[in-house]
């Protein structure tokens, strides 16, 4: 039987391929609107998890809007940082190297994907790795952030020159000052040479920090040990008075050493001006016991006047070993017996004002019973007031 195609057959095909045509448009379209549905539904549930603090659940959602979508960078970026935040380094380095291997990405995207990956090592601990993704910045949007955590890098890893000239860089291109920063690089460079025997080289480095910060404590009180060190007292004293003079409120950090450096180079006078200056201005706990070693006969009125003007439980501790010491000379007809003097008193205050006589950073709220010039908590620079904690 010999099939016949005639106009009317065509007219019959016609209507049936249109129908077929309409009913899989039909399926497709709903196919893509129920997996553009799914991906929007699975983004916005993420980002009530991260909302809500709640990253782990976030993640998942996030991987499956990835999964409906695996061409938008957005989510893989949000995957990344998640996973940085999260602690799960090896998926955030992933996440950003599957980005920067995409040929399709734009250049402003591919910086990012970079910076995200420099970030990723950084938080590893990777610093070599790091170190290498963050120079490919130069020349970017993130150049300056990556030049900061660069600065980070070496300073964690004490390579001082290195951080000089990336402070450098950072102040020449308009980032703000880092002198201060770099005159402590500068002394960091010469602790290094001191323990070399270079004295010479740790000399120039303490001269560079002290042009770089004049009103800076650290230089100054590192060349004055330099400098006692080589039995030059009058130039170790010369120093710490001319840092007495720029920058008053250093004064008790260098209380002590002040007294003790005019005792050796017999020249007290100038100590006791400035010593006696600070304490009518206001009283201070270093202050007060330099005034008393440098005039022990004084020592009670000196104390019994900074009770006066700001009780403090430090001062009290050191009062009752003055009054001991004063009693000591005393004949037994003379000595009076108190309960402040009891041995058991004053051990219980000194371990009461103990926590009192601690420095204290302004930034973090670290605690320490020596001063820093880097606080070990935040790893801020000069955070810590020169006063201690009773007196903040």
């Not at 380094?89 to 190297?97: I, P």
């Not at 402070?167 to 770099?182: D, I, N, P, V, Y």
């Not at 706990?285 to 000196?302: F, G, H, K, M, W």
Request: hydrophobic share 45%.
């Amino acid at each position: 039987m010999n099939w016949v195609f005639d106009a009317t057959t065509l007219l019959w095909l016609l209507p049936a391929v249109f129908g077929l045509g309409w009913v899989a448009s039909r399926v497709d379209v709903r196919q893509w609107r129920r997996s553009e549905q799914e991906a929007p539904k699975a983004y916005f549930r993420g980002l009530n998890f991260l909302l809500n603090e709640q990253q782990d659940q976030a993640i998942d959602a996030f991987i499956e809007a990835v999964q409906h979508d695996p061409e938008t960078s957005e989510l893989h970026f949000a995957l990344g940082n998640l996973f940085r935040r999260r602690g799960d380094y090896d998926r955030a380095v992933r996440v950003h190297e599957h980005l920067l291997a995409r040929s399709d990405l734009n250049q402003a995207d591919r910086h990012r994907a970079q910076h995200g990956l420099a970030m990723d090592f950084l938080k590893a601990g990777l610093l070599d790795r790091a170190e290498a993704a963050l120079r490919k910045l130069d020349d970017t949007a993130y150049a300056t952030e990556a030049r900061l955590a660069l600065l980070a890098i070496y300073e964690r890893s004490r390579d001082w020159e290195q951080a000089i000239q990336i402070a450098k860089t950072l102040e020449s291109g308009e980032q703000g000052s880092f002198s201060a920063r770099r005159s402590h690089y500068h002394c960091e460079l010469a602790d290094v040479a001191l323990q070399a025997g270079r004295t010479e080289i740790a000399t120039q480095a303490l001269e560079q920090a002290i042009r770089l910060t004049p009103d800076s404590a650290r230089g100054y009180i590192a060349l004055s040990a330099v400098r006692a060190t080589q039995g030059d007292n009058k130039a170790a004293l010369s120093l710490l008075v001319q840092l007495a003079k720029r920058a008053p409120a250093t004064l008790p950090l260098i209380a002590q050493r002040l007294v003790e450096l005019g005792h050796v180079a017999n020249d007290t006078a100038e100590v006791h001006q400035l010593l006696a200056a600070a304490n009518q201005q206001q009283a201070n706990i270093d202050v007060t016991l330099a005034l008393s070693a440098l005039q022990p006969e004084n020592a009670l009125t000196l104390h019994f006047s900074h009770l006066e003007r700001h009780p403090s439980l430090a001062t009290i501790a050191n009062l009752i070993k003055v009054q001991a010491l004063a009693q000591a000379g005393q004949t037994a007809a003379d000595k009076t017996t108190t309960n402040v003097q009891n041995p058991l008193i004053g051990r219980a205050i000194d371990q009461a004002a103990a926590p009192l006589t601690r420095y204290r950073c302004a930034a973090c709220g670290f605690e320490a019973k020596k001063y820093f010039w880097q606080c070990p908590g935040c790893q801020g620079w000069e955070t810590f007031p020169p006063r201690r904690v009773e007196e903040l």
